[in-house]
């Protein structure tokens, strides 16, 4: 029931920003002047009403299936598993550019202020956002790469997800541009903003090897694929989010958050949680297993470092 409650919210909350998007705007406030954050958050809006549906199937024939004894998802009895890891990751690949693709807003926001400069290569920035959404709904079945489907039809989505690095790399590339000499202030957003472009290279560049299907079986399960989800999502959605509310905050309290701690939480945080999972991926290590784990790492300092990931 509280589920139902939090998705009409969602659900009334999208159409909310796509209303005062299309339809509120104040008057010279034409589509090209937009600031980068209500661009991104009307290509959310507009992913979540086709990505939501997808799951909202699988989760009815998930619940015929278990209650009412159908065999949509099972092998067998003409029914078939794939078909639901087909439905979920058709929804959950936009999902993840849904929790993304705000933060790009934020921090394209973020670089033209601190960077005391206008937004270099705005006309792409909003281009390359309309292209990954649409590129996020073709790449779905990079997530099963080993469940046995043909060559080509791995062929085919290791090529789609290999493009959305392109429209991605316009986004790095302006960023860069905007930086580059202006008058840069690393206050603690502006810091979060160059913490995540620099992490999410990392995460993006070994993206793009994970989406050559022959290499994905040999990363199969691994902590290189852990970790590279890691470091594209976390600081694509949480260091923007942080970044946000620092940036945002006196705007609707009226008095600034303490910069010092700010800019040294990106430290901690970032150092504590992203860096040893950076060094974990080249280790390729099996995911979601103990006896590795017990044997490299003592017990005081994997709790430690846990407790640093739940801090910062
Ligand atoms: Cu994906």
């Given at each position: 029931?509280g589920?139902?409650?939090?998705?009409?919210?969602?659900?009334?909350?999208?159409?909310?920003?796509?209303?005062?998007?299309?339809?509120?705007r104040?008057?010279g406030m034409h589509?090209m002047?937009?600031?980068?954050f209500?661009?991104?958050?009307?290509?959310t809006?507009?992913?979540?009403?086709?990505?939501m549906?997808?799951l909202?199937?699988?989760?009815l024939l998930?619940?015929?299936?278990r209650?009412?004894?159908?065999?949509?998802?099972?092998?067998g009895?003409d029914?078939?598993i794939m078909?639901?890891?087909?439905?979920?990751?058709?929804?959950g690949?936009?999902?993840v550019y849904?929790?993304?693709?705000p933060?790009?807003?934020?921090?394209?926001?973020?670089m033209?202020?601190?960077?005391s400069k206008?937004?270099?290569?705005y006309?792409?920035?909003v281009?390359?956002?309309?292209?990954?959404a649409i590129?996020?709904?073709?790449?779905?079945?990079?997530?099963?790469?080993?469940?046995?489907q043909?060559?080509?039809i791995?062929a085919?989505?290791?090529?789609?997800?290999?493009l959305?690095?392109?429209?991605?790399?316009v986004?790095?590339?302006?960023?860069?541009?905007?930086?580059?000499?202006?008058?840069?202030?690393y206050?603690?957003?502006?810091?979060?903003?160059?913490a995540?472009?620099?992490?999410?290279?990392?995460?993006?560049?070994?993206?793009v090897?994970?989406?050559t299907?022959?290499?994905?079986?040999?990363?199969?399960?691994?902590?290189?694929?852990?970790?590279?989800?890691?470091?594209?999502?976390?600081?694509?959605?949480?260091?923007?989010?942080?970044a946000?509310?620092q940036y945002w905050?006196?705007?609707a309290?009226?008095?600034?958050?303490?910069?010092?701690?700010?800019r040294i939480?990106?430290?901690?945080?970032?150092?504590?949680?992203?860096?040893?999972?950076?060094?974990?991926?080249?280790?390729?290590?099996?995911?979601?297993?103990?006896a590795?784990?017990n044997?490299?790492i003592?017990?005081s300092?994997r709790d430690f470092?846990?407790?640093?990931a739940?801090?910062?």
């Amino acid at each position: 029931m509280g589920g139902d409650l939090e998705l009409d919210q969602r659900d009334a909350d999208r159409h909310q920003f796509r209303r005062h998007d299309l339809k509120m705007r104040a008057p010279g406030m034409h589509w090209m002047r937009l600031p980068l954050f209500t661009w991104t958050s009307l290509c959310t809006s507009i992913l979540m009403i086709f990505a939501m549906p997808p799951l909202t199937v699988a989760t009815l024939l998930m619940a015929a299936d278990r209650y009412l004894g159908m065999h949509f998802f099972t092998n067998g009895q003409d029914g078939k598993i794939m078909n639901y890891f087909d439905l979920f990751k058709l929804f959950g690949h936009p999902e993840v550019y849904i929790l993304i693709v705000p933060s790009f807003g934020i921090y394209s926001d973020i670089m033209l202020k601190f960077s005391s400069k206008q937004l270099y290569g705005y006309t792409s920035l909003v281009i390359a956002t309309m292209v990954i959404a649409i590129l996020s709904f073709t790449v779905w079945l990079h997530h099963f790469f080993t469940m046995g489907q043909s060559a080509d039809i791995n062929a085919f989505f290791g090529v789609m997800t290999m493009l959305i690095g392109i429209p991605t790399g316009v986004k790095i590339y302006d960023w860069i541009w905007t930086m580059l000499r202006g008058r840069v202030r690393y206050a603690a957003p502006m810091l979060f903003s160059v913490a995540f472009m620099i992490t999410f290279v990392i995460g993006g560049l070994t993206g793009v090897m994970l989406a050559t299907p022959p290499l994905d079986y040999m990363c199969h399960n691994t902590l290189f694929l852990a970790a590279q989800f890691h470091n594209m999502l976390i600081p694509g959605t949480l260091y923007g989010l942080i970044a946000g509310c620092q940036y945002w905050f006196p705007k609707a309290f009226g008095f600034r958050l303490d910069d010092k701690w700010g800019r040294i939480s990106v430290f901690s945080g970032s150092s504590a949680s992203i860096w040893p999972s950076c060094r974990f991926m080249s280790w390729a290590l099996p995911a979601r297993r103990g006896a590795w784990w017990n044997s490299i790492i003592p017990r005081s300092s994997r709790d430690f470092l846990s407790l640093c990931a739940a801090v910062f």
